[in-house]
């Protein structure tokens, strides 16, 4: 069965970290391109990070020097390390399957900055 299932999210002050966990199956992980996105209330799903088959990584301007996407292929398991967290980083966060198609999403799990 191919699957995403997340993990890691929770409440957080602000300036504090999580790590959030992807695990996949179903599929050869090592070939995919993995992401991470978000989705706020009220507004639309947008994306986070990336990491290609070959490592390397893309991130969105809000999160660059605070967020750092990893895989581990021996795991099937892409990472993302948050730090410096803010209260606009609440969101659920989804984990992607991307290239090549066709896309899979996880269920998401919840990421929320509050003091």
């Known amino acids: 069965q191919v699957q995403l299932v997340e993990s890691g999210g929770g409440k957080v002050p602000p300036g504090g970290s999580l790590r959030l966990s992807c695990v996949a199956s179903?599929?050869?992980?090592?070939?995919?391109?993995m992401g991470w996105y978000r989705q706020a209330p009220g507004k639309q799903r947008e994306l986070v990070a990336t990491?290609?088959?070959?490592?390397?990584?893309t991130y969105a301007d809000s999160v660059k020097g605070r967020f750092t996407i990893s895989r581990d292929n021996a795991k099937n398991t892409v990472y993302l390390q948050m730090n410096s967290l803010k209260p606009e980083d609440t969101a659920v966060y989804y984990c992607k399957r991307g290239s090549p198609p066709p896309v899979i999403w996880g269920r998401g799990t919840q990421v929320t900055v509050s003091s």
């Open positions: 990491v290609t088959s070959s490592a390397m990584t």
């Open positions: 179903g599929f050869s992980f090592s070939v995919y391109t």
